[in-house]
């Protein structure tokens, strides 16, 4: 079969896309990713054919203003949704096109709104993907939302408050959905029957949950036809990246250390984020690995002592399992490896799902939570030597990785998306 995949944004979008690619490429399929050309040497080095979309995301990760709009704890989705990627549809949509009509079948990511138009046009059967569960605003799990106060605390008030709720939201957005009613009308398609940004993105082909269900479980009121598979897990640079020797050497020559990372997106609105994790190992006592990305304004200003590592990027599955726990900033995929590290955790979210998988992980008992706007080193210090000191969370974080083992998430997606076929 000839598969299309099409995706959006930081590595945690793009990751899980390459990872099911590589699987249906090695179970016999042809595959073709389309996304910004930034990545396409990425794509194409793992032996996927690349197509190339707009719009380009290399101007939007190179601009700290834009990147500062689009983590801003309570507007940044729309940010993204409304300026970066709504604009740029048509564009998208042109594209799109030729991919969608040389596939047999089109796997979507929930920022790729040209791809079910596409789709529908070509009359070609299509899957949405939720990467994580705030996606789907269960009433009945309902995540937790930086835009109302106390989301957490409100979900006692169960499904019929926040079904009521979550219903104002759909219908709040409609008008930032217009460009896709519009593009929908010139095309001589039915109009979107709800709301364009919330429900334009699931297929009445069926939905697949490319996350675990220790983070989470089916819901009633999920989209119909909705699969969960386990995470499709893939961490590199490229297909010859590893884990650096100085690292190998620094793990090897003491205890475990701290890792702290801010995933592929957040790294570039790091703030004062890694001088302040830095002072936080040194006022514990830990040993610590930074993570800092490509970006220079996140290099240490002063020389850092023997027990700290600096690198700008390792393999998750490599390192993660070598840590005492991750302090992260709570993106899916970043999530996800640390589950399955083993390793307890703690989370400094900055916005779109971060904030819910941070709620998520804490419910389970594996993570702590610190806000953005408190994280300094004497917080950050006190909540490591609690994380550590416990041993209900070194144990709740080694069950729910016992928990994930029995997941294939590649495997899964594959098997499912390749079910297709009894219908074509």
Not at 53 to 80: N, Y
Not at 187 to 214: N, Q
């Amino acid at each position: 079969m000839k598969f299309l995949l099409t995706t959006f944004g930081s590595l945690g979008d793009l990751h899980p896309y390459i990872a099911v690619g590589k699987g249906l490429r090695e179970r016999g399929h042809s595959v073709t990713l389309a996304t910004s050309e930034i990545y396409r040497a990425k794509v194409e080095g793992e032996g996927l054919r690349f197509h190339p979309v707009r719009p380009e995301m290399s101007g939007i990760l190179d601009h700290p203003a834009s990147m500062r709009q689009a983590l801003h704890p309570r507007m940044g989705t729309r940010h993204v949704i409304t300026r970066m990627f709504l604009p740029y549809l048509e564009q998208s949509y042109e594209d799109t096109v030729p991919a969608v009509r040389d596939a047999d079948v089109v796997v979507s990511h929930p920022i790729a709104f040209a791809t079910p138009i596409a789709a529908e046009v070509a009359k070609k059967p299509w899957i949405s993907i939720a990467l994580a569960p705030s996606l789907f605003l269960s009433a009945s799990d309902p995540p937790h939302i930086p835009l109302i106060p106390g989301a957490d605390a409100l979900r006692r008030l169960g499904p019929r408050f926040w079904g009521a709720l979550f219903a104002m939201v759909r219908q709040g957005a409609r008008r930032g959905g217009e460009p896709i009613a519009r593009l929908r009308a010139k095309l001589g398609l039915p109009a979107s029957p709800s709301s364009p940004i919330f429900d334009s993105f699931v297929s009445p082909w069926g939905t697949h949950a490319w996350f675990s269900k220790v983070l989470a479980q089916p819901q009633p009121d999920w989209p119909a036809n909705t699969a969960i598979t386990g995470f499709p897990f893939y961490d590199r640079l490229d297909a010859s990246t590893v884990m650096s020797e100085d690292l190998r050497r620094f793990l090897a020559a003491g205890p475990p250390p701290v890792v702290f990372t801010l995933g592929s997106s957040a790294v570039f609105d790091a703030g004062e984020f890694y001088s302040e994790s830095a002072e936080a190992a040194r006022l514990a006592g830990l040993r610590a690995v930074l993570l800092t990305g490509i970006d220079p304004r996140n290099q240490p200003a002063r020389k850092l002592p023997d027990s700290v590592c600096v690198a700008e990027y390792a393999p998750y599955s490599e390192l993660l399992p070598h840590a005492a726990a991750t302090v992260h900033q709570g993106g899916v995929g970043t999530t996800a490896h640390a589950l399955r590290s083993g390793r307890p955790m703690i989370v400094v979210p900055f916005s779109h799902d971060q904030p819910d998988n941070a709620s998520r992980v804490a419910r389970l008992g594996v993570a702590r939570i610190v806000p953005r706007s408190k994280y300094r080193a004497e917080r950050v210090a006190a909540e490591l030597l609690t994380l550590l000191g416990h041993r209900s969370y070194r144990e709740q974080a080694a069950c729910a990785a016992r928990a994930m083992e029995s997941e294939d998430g590649v495997r899964t997606a594959c098997e499912r998306l390749e079910m297709l076929s009894f219908i074509l």
